[in-house]
């Protein structure tokens, strides 16, 4: 058999394949930073509620307070108001480009300040700890940015003036409060927001290397649960997937870290405010080996986990 045609057609293959795979990735770089580029032009607010909290807005619907049967609160509240309802659009834009970071880490350096913005906020999305000194690069940067728009503090009915509802921001806020909610310890000067380049280089020390902790899962849990109790339905689904990624660690931290994130810190008497029951938390409890409970409850270390 004459293996030179075979193997002519398999290089030449091989070369338009790899062509286009080089192609492709370039594309999505730039697809990326078109899309953030638009997204800078169309969208008026960057709301910390919704993009870090992940919590809707709840401004005074055009349509009143009446929610349709059909709706969930978190859907009703996220349209009801065209404000609102382009926070979750935005939202929705930053998720569905986070899986190409390393055309985000670019960004982060464009001199669009709203496309530093967004970059961050399509970096935070991605609910890894491991993205943390990226965000924490830009916590000195000065230039304004888009505005914070939040719920109004008014006890006032009906839509409210504009000026009640956002409030001028700039880059680096935007990343000390991601860094915040991430539980970056601040330095206890102003809000509990401010956290400083030397704050986090002090947080780093104890999480340089890991791919996981405790206290990234109880992030990722508060996104999940968006801090309310009862617990909403339509949270559901982000719960599940927080619980099935805790579930792929190895033991023992994979209990350590479900009894960390997953017992209540206060006593509970509706099951709605819990994320898992008490018999649940007591049989992750039994998963760990009697010694180690004793280690725990003496103080000693049980993890190499800093939380």
Same mark, same amino acid.
């Given at each position: 058999m004459?293996?030179?045609?075979?193997?002519?057609?398999?290089?030449?293959?091989?070369?338009?394949?790899?062509?286009?795979?080089r192609e492709a990735f370039a594309d999505g770089g730039n697809t990326v930073q078109t899309r953030l580029e638009q997204m800078a032009q169309t969208y008026s607010h960057f709301s910390l509620s919704v993009i870090i909290r992940n919590q809707p807005l709840r401004l005074w619907p055009a349509g009143?307070?009446?929610?349709?049967?059909?709706?969930?609160?978190?859907?009703?509240?996220?349209?009801?108001?065209?404000?609102?309802?382009e926070q979750v659009r935005l939202a929705g834009e930053l998720r569905a480009v986070n899986g190409n970071r390393d055309a985000l880490v670019a960004l982060l350096n464009d001199a669009n300040p709203k496309v530093r913005t967004l970059a961050l906020g399509a970096i935070f999305q991605r609910e890894d700890g491991r993205d943390l000194p990226l965000i924490a690069g830009l916590v000195n940067d000065s230039a304004?940015?888009?505005?914070?728009?939040?719920?109004?503090?008014?006890?006032?009915?009906? !839509?409210?003036?504009?000026?009640?509802?956002?409030?001028? $921001?700039?880059?680096?806020?935007?990343? $000390?409060?991601?860094?915040?909610?991430?539980?970056?310890p601040g330095h206890g000067l102003g809000p509990r927001e401010a956290v400083s380049a030397k704050d986090f280089a002090k947080y780093w020390k104890k999480y340089a290397g890991r791919n996981y902790s405790a206290s990234w899962f109880a992030v990722k849990m508060a996104r999940a649960t968006q801090q309310t109790t009862p617990i909403q339905r339509e949270c559901r689904p982000d719960i599940h997937r927080v619980l099935a990624e805790m579930n792929a660690l190895p033991m023992p931290d994979r209990a350590l870290i479900q009894l960390y994130v997953l017992a209540p810190g206060w006593f509970e008497s509706e099951p709605d405010d819990l994320i898992?029951?008490?018999?649940?938390?007591?049989?992750?409890?039994?998963?760990?080996?009697?010694?180690?409970?004793?280690?725990?409850?003496?103080?000693?270390? !049980?993890?190499?986990?800093?939380?």
């Open positions: 004459n293996l030179k045609p075979l193997l002519s057609i398999t290089l030449v293959l091989g070369s338009f394949l790899l062509g286009n795979c009143g307070w009446t929610k349709p049967a059909t709706m969930s609160y978190r859907e009703w509240a996220g349209t009801a108001n065209p404000l609102a309802a304004e940015t888009f505005p914070d728009l939040h719920d109004s503090v008014s006890s006032a009915g009906g !839509v409210r003036p504009l000026a009640e509802l956002e409030t001028l $921001q700039t880059v680096g806020r935007v990343a $000390q409060v991601m860094l915040a909610f991430w539980q970056v898992v029951s008490d018999v649940e938390l007591i049989a992750l409890a039994k998963k760990l080996r009697p010694n180690l409970l004793l280690q725990f409850l003496q103080g000693q270390k !049980v993890s190499d986990d800093p939380d």
